[in-house]
């Protein structure tokens, strides 16, 4: 290959010195493009080797380029890392105090009836909470209807322009039965989720399962215990026990509330505003806290 690289190098001297029309309209740019790739990496590889046999240096040692580029992508992935790793959890709280040196569990948490005012509680207690970023925002589309979002903004007027204001909606659960909703606001998208979030841990509540279909009647958790009704602004939910096998009858997005929860049959029926999806959310949050005021 390297004679072929002189005969080129000498082709170029002459075409360099005698521009000739026919010679290099001869040269097809296919041709070029077959040559060229062919001789150059040899061409550098055989000039490294030599190289690397004057001055006494191992191959091996010398990273690829590819290598090199794979040693990088971590580094910027820790970098980012570095900003979001938490420091050992403090906790300021009196019931912070008590979770962490293992007074008390999560069930004791809400029959005594404290208050979560640390999200690290959550975190602590229930390590393997679910959480899901709910769309609540969108924009219409052409053709009607709208392109839902995670998140929804919204616009107010001021002298020196447009403010905008990100909110973004969080559901944590455990099939445990947890479930936590919350909202956030802020001027960025990832100011406002984690907002949602950590309001989401602090809203926490136990939800009580059961199966009240008088069609299933098994006992078991699969559904919720009675039929139960709950109410956000104008909208008016209505949660009914479903037997085992329908699984769950609602709208998709409505369904991540109970897939995170673990209810696997429910009817639900719904009246109002549902497009303003914060609300419908809600209502269907009240009806799961209804299920706990009931004493029997
Ligand atoms: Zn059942």
Excluded at 84 to 95: A, F, G, I, N, Y
Aim: contains cysteine; hydrophobic residues 35%; charged residues 35%.
């Amino acid at each position: 290959m390297a004679t072929e690289e002189k005969k080129k190098v000498g082709k170029d001297n002459l075409e360099n010195k005698e521009p000739k029309i026919e010679e290099i309209s001869k040269k097809s740019p296919a041709e070029d493009k077959k040559a060229e790739p062919a001789v150059s990496p040899e061409v550098e590889e055989s000039a490294i080797e030599g190289a690397v046999a004057d001055e006494g240096i191992d191959l091996d040692t010398i990273p690829d380029a590819e290598e090199v580029i794979e040693a990088e992508k971590p580094k910027r992935a820790r970098r980012y890392d570095d900003e979001d790793t938490e420091v050992e959890w403090s906790p300021k709280t009196q019931l912070g105090k008590m979770v962490k040196a293992g007074e008390i569990g999560m069930n004791e948490i809400f029959s005594t009836h404290h208050q979560i005012r640390e999200s690290e509680i959550v975190d602590f207690l229930l390590p393997g909470i679910e959480e899901i970023t709910m769309l609540i925002g969108g924009s219409p589309g052409k053709g009607g209807g709208i392109q839902r979002r995670p998140s929804r903004r919204t616009v107010r007027v001021h002298k020196s322009g447009r403010r905008t204001k990100t909110s973004m909606m969080t559901i944590v659960g455990d099939t445990k039965g947890y479930l936590g909703i919350g909202v956030g606001k802020a001027a960025t998208n990832k100011a406002a989720r984690d907002k949602s979030l950590k309001n989401a841990k602090l809203a926490l509540f136990p939800i009580r399962k059961g199966c009240g279909s008088w069609e299933c009647s098994c006992g078991d958790g699969h559904s919720i215990p009675y039929a139960i009704a709950g109410k956000c602004g104008s909208v008016e939910v209505k949660l009914m026990p479903a037997p085992r096998g329908l699984g769950l009858c609602a709208s998709d997005e409505m369904k991540k509330i109970f897939q995170i929860i673990g209810i696997k049959d429910v009817r639900l029926k719904s009246r109002g505003q549902t497009h303003s999806r914060i609300n419908f959310i809600f209502a269907i949050e009240d009806a799961l806290k209804n299920i706990n005021r009931m004493k029997f």
